[in-house]
């Protein structure tokens, strides 16, 4: 949360972080391989959406001085007053057919926008994705209202 809470210090106009929904549908705030693997945290075998939150959080990973794999709401809850901070929710999924079998993108969609809806943050939100399931996924949920860019 280090980087995040600089961000705010240093005034800046917006901020882009990847989110991957973990085993127990919690969204994860970290930078995971192409298909969710945590070969950046030396374990290339296993995969972010294979572990659970309190797994994710454990002392097993440690993303750089101390810190933890944070939650999106534990960012939401940081930029809470930040209403000049466009967030650049970049939402992740496995990229290889065999590997999109092991993840919920309909579920991954729906928990992040319920949780930008139920936070009031819409307004200063932008959902982005390289993968077209997620996009499409996210079209579905949002088609009704469309609170925030995509």
């Not at 969710?36 to 750089?64: A, F």
């Not at 590997?99 to 309909?106: A, L, V």
Request: hydrophobic share 35%; charged share 35%.
């Amino acid at each position: 949360m280090k980087a995040f809470k600089l961000a705010i210090d240093n005034k800046l106009e917006g901020i882009e972080f990847d989110v991957w929904l973990s085993k127990d549908n919690i969204p994860m705030i970290l930078h995971g391989g192409s298909q969710g693997e945590l070969t950046k945290y030396g374990m290339p075998t296993e995969y972010v959406y294979e572990w659970t939150c309190e797994e994710l959080q454990s002392d097993r990973i440690d993303i750089g001085e101390g810190e933890r794999i944070p939650r999106l709401i534990d960012l939401i809850q940081l930029y809470e007053n930040e209403d000049d901070i466009l967030l650049n929710i970049e939402l992740k999924g496995p990229e290889d057919p065999e590997y999109k079998k092991r993840y919920d993108f309909d579920l991954a969609a729906k928990t992040v926008y319920d949780m930008i809806n139920d936070n009031g943050i819409a307004h200063k939100v932008m959902v982005s994705s390289f993968q077209e399931d997620i996009i499409t996924s996210m079209k579905e949920v949002s088609k009704k209202d469309r609170q925030f860019l995509l």
